[in-house]
């Protein structure tokens, strides 16, 4: 399975570009978008959904035009927004019953074995007779992938989705999102580097609306080798010493000190320490360029 965006272009009423001459190419499997707040991975995901129409450019899955025939691409699509609302008084099992029915399921039969199928795969099966109303966030999440399933999508967009999640409810949601993204091709946004470091075997950096890259994540991570520094030393410090680098992140050790994170080519300063490169190195420094 393939999906190609093709020189996709979105402008605001206002005339600011939402998506600014995006192509992407995504295959089966986990993909990461990430960008800051505002970077415009909603409005692209709104445009990968249907939801809204490019001004210009294409989209193409498994070659075919989506805009063509939107309604049969949709067939394979399940998309969750970073918010939606459910019905208060109804369960688990009557909500996804009739999101079933919606969705053309028209046998009482089938949709037993699908609704069966999706709760298990979302570890709902315990609360299926509980309102959704009454879920955790991260269980409303999972009640969310649950509804996108039943339609046995080819192409799941989850927009934000750990946003709010507690460790041990993030770490449930990415394994039901690691489950369904072994056959399928899984657009995942988000801002948090973690996401894309625990679950991705691809991604792509935007900022303003722009493609800023696409890359796995080892390659990012193995082109910096080398090249990722950690000293004790001041901003101020730094740059009195007149050395090339680019200051990427900040932190306090256990004694209170502060330990910056550093890029540079060579060993800029004497008393600078080698360190592994993260997936968080590539990320800051992308966006420092972009």
Aim: a positive charge; hydrophobic letters at 40%.
């Amino acid at each position: 399975m393939k999906l190609s965006l093709q020189n996709v272009t979105k402008t605001y009423p206002n005339g600011l570009k939402a998506i600014d001459n995006i192509t992407l190419n995504i295959s089966s499997g986990m993909f990461g978008l990430l960008g800051p707040n505002g970077a415009g991975k909603s409005s692209l995901m709104r445009t990968i959904a249907t939801l809204q129409l490019p001004d210009s450019g294409m989209l193409l899955f498994n070659g075919d035009n989506i805009f063509s025939n939107k309604l049969a691409y949709r067939k394979h699509l399940g998309y969750l927004p970073q918010d939606f609302g459910v019905y208060p008084k109804e369960s688990a099992l009557e909500l996804l019953n009739y999101f079933a029915v919606l969705k053309g399921i028209s046998s009482h039969k089938d949709r037993s074995i699908i609704l069966q199928r999706v709760l298990e795969i979302t570890n709902l099966q315990d609360v299926m007779h509980k309102r959704v109303s009454t879920f955790s966030g991260g269980m409303k999440q999972r009640f969310g992938i649950a509804q996108l399933l039943l339609n046995q999508p080819k192409v799941i967009i989850v927009d934000e989705p750990t946003a709010g999640l507690d460790p041990a409810e993030r770490s449930r949601f990415l394994n039901v999102l690691r489950n369904i993204g072994t056959e399928n091709i899984v657009i995942f946004s988000t801002h948090l580097v973690e996401d894309v470091r625990d679950l991705c075997n691809d991604l792509a950096v935007i900022n303003k609306g722009k493609l800023i890259t696409q890359i796995s994540p080892k390659e990012a991570t193995e082109n910096l080798k080398g090249k990722i520094w950690e000293i004790t030393l001041s901003e101020n410090e730094l740059i009195a010493s007149n050395r090339p680098f680019e200051k990427l992140s900040d932190r306090y050790n256990d004694i209170n000190q502060l330990i910056t994170r550093i890029y540079a080519k060579e060993k800029p300063l004497e008393n600078c320490i080698s360190v592994e490169p993260r997936l968080e190195d590539f990320y800051f420094l992308t966006l420092n360029r972009s």
